[in-house]
DNA sequence: CTATACCCTGACATTAATGTGAGGGTCAAG
DNA sequence: CTTGACCCTCACATTAATGTCAGGGTATAG
């Protein structure tokens, strides 16, 4: 199929679907004239490709396991668990700045509501 | 005193300080030839400036309320609270996101582990 | 005078996936 | 042959603070 049908297919954007070609993620065949022509296993390798990309992964980490997990269970590719192993715990310091920067803001929100209070309005 | 005397005293780069500057930050007066030239009072308002970027507000968003906190009291500017109540909002949403991320990186990590220790070393 | 240590502006790079537009080729229906 | 709906590549824009470099001015110590 074509790249606009691959688009409507899994609701990816042509743009998105050229970016996967360009960074060796789905490499399509190309016909006499040009035009990418994709299998019909590409509708599920781009619904793949979302998923790792909704973890967080970088197409760079995708591409370093992607073939494998196309070809045999994702459990048996031994690159996936070092990745997952680090975006989690990237996730994880993520997590914890932003934990402490609610923190603060709550506590300079509150601070402000008890000075407020304390003055207390002025009429 | 000079950008390089206040850098060194802030621990905040020369970049830094001329970036404060275009952006209406931190506004320096000129000395005849062109230099900057920052009151005593400018290594107070950089700490200021590092306080709220550090909160992960935006150098417009400082710069909406920045001179009236440095004049008065933070709970009397008016301006502060909505920033603070928005930041927390956009916060407290990305914690969410990464919290889902968090849960199925370590549902997808376990099911590896699972499915490694069912199959079981094949020797 | 010169070396050195400052200062200035302007501009590009950084991250990463995606949007957008220009300029142009392909192809099928009319 | 023309129109319209596709497709192609190339390239710039997006975010936001900071790093870095080029090219050049200033000021002080020797």
């Known amino acids: 199929m074509k790249i606009g049908e ?4 899994t609701g990816v954007s042509i743009r998105s679907l050229r970016y ?6 789905l490499t399509p065949i190309r016909r006499e004239n040009g035009y990418r ?12 490709i979302q998923l790792y990309l909704n973890l967080g992964l970088t197409t760079e980490q995708i591409a370093s396991f992607l073939h494998c997990v196309l070809t045999i269970k994702e459990a048996f590719c031994k690159e996936v668990f070092p990745v997952y192993r680090q975006k989690l715990a990237e996730i994880e310091a993520q997590i914890l700045q932003l934990q402490n920067i609610k923190m ?3 506590e300079r929100m509150q601070s402000i509501l008890d000075e407020r209070k304390t003055s207390g309005p002025e009429d």
Request: proline letters at 4%; charged letters at 30%; aromatic letters at 12%.
């Open 37 to 48: 022509e994709y299998s019909p296993f590409a509708e599920e390798q781009v619904r793949t």
């Open 6 to 9: 691959l688009a409507v297919r």
């Open 20 to 25: 996967y070609d360009e960074q060796g993620l």
């Open 104 to 106: 603060n803001l709550e």
